[in-house]
């Protein structure tokens, strides 16, 4: 059972209609800490999201007036709702919400449970369902928290031969990590043209290479769990020493460029520690199981989440004189990792980044 605790419902003469308070645990009121909150309309569409700070505290604001609910989402917890309540316009509710924890009940993994299901949804019963809402709740929180966190990072390109043996290899510098490190797009461009896209010819006007290349773009959570990438793809669900892989391949490939891979999540903490794909449906010159990438995730105390390191790999192409065939001339990997956890004005957070690298060694 549930408690919604209204402080007051004060109507300030404010420029958005806003939500603010805490989020605590039902009985011993422990904060809860990095979890993810949204403001819901009355037609069930999200408004705002953020994530609470480590005293569960929260603000959210909506552009007009209307009844609107609460939704919270935590890793490895079931889904909490609050009641309907009214916002009128330009008022301030301040609120504490008292949440029941309701974990998610894992069982030993069953044939029927590991068996592929196409369409799956977060939150849906079972254990694809539990796995598939964690997941979506870290990357959401990951994307979230970038907001109110920053963080130094160290870079590098190589060039590498077919074998993938080094031929180059730079560091690009410290630099600010202040989004997804992997470069998407949006989930609708993604359903239109693929993962690869083909230059344009004002892209290739600006640049100074004029062999310029596909462009390649890796996933996030915007696109992992966007209805299409969800309705398109198949799941399954493995488990290795303690670690479940949730497996994902689109349902058929068709001619467009796309990514499988897996969703590393722990089953004690059900934290995310890793996603990895793979892009399929390349051109039969490229290797199959080289290009690709991964993202690591860490989880900080105070409930932030880490992007602390990432990988992308794709093919060069070669012409062959007097050919229209090609063949692959090498690979162009680019990464990095997290070396200092910041706030969003740029201090440095020494106990996160202790904590950070601590985990690394």
Known sequence: MAQL??????????????VQGRVVELGDREPVAGALIALVDSAGGEVARGATSPSGGFVLAAGRSGHYHILIRQIGQQPWRSAPFALAAGATYPVTFHIEVRPYELPTLTVEASRSRCGARPGESGTLGALLDAADVA??????????????????VKV??????????????????????????????????????QPTSS???????????????????????????????????????????????????????TIEGRLSIDRGSMELRRLDFEYVGLPR?????K????????RLR????????????????????????????????TGGRVTAVRTAEGALDSASTSELLRESR
Do not use: M
């Open 139 to 156: 990357l959401q929180l990951a994307r979230t928290g970038e907001r109110r966190l920053a963080f130094s990072t160290a870079t590098y």
């Open 302 to 333: 105070d409930g932030a989440w880490v992007p602390r390191a990432w990988l992308l790999r794709a093919p060069q192409a070669l012409r062959s004189p007097g050919s229209t065939r090609l063949r692959l001339k090498g690979w162009v990997e």
């Open 160 to 197: 590498l031969d077919p074998d993938l043996r080094v031929l180059d290899s730079a560091n690009t510098g410290g630099t600010r990590l202040a989004r997804w490190p992997i470069e998407s797009a949006d989930p609708d461009s993604l359903r239109a043209w693929g993962f690869v896209r």
């Open 203 to 257: 892209e290739r006007a600006t640049t100074a290479d004029s062999e310029l290349g596909p462009i390649y773009y890796g996933p996030d959570a915007r696109v992992l769990f966007s209805e299409w990438f969800l309705a398109d793809n198949c799941f399954r669900v493995e488990e290795d020493a303690g670690v479940l892989e949730v497996k994902f391949a689109p349902e058929r490939h068709g001619d467009q460029a």
């Open 291 to 298: 290009a690709g990438g991964f993202v690591e995730l860490r």
């Open 5 to 18: 605790t209204l402080a007051s419902l004060c109507a300030g003469a404010a420029a958005a209609q806003t």
């Open 285 to 289: 010159w490229v290797p199959k199981g």
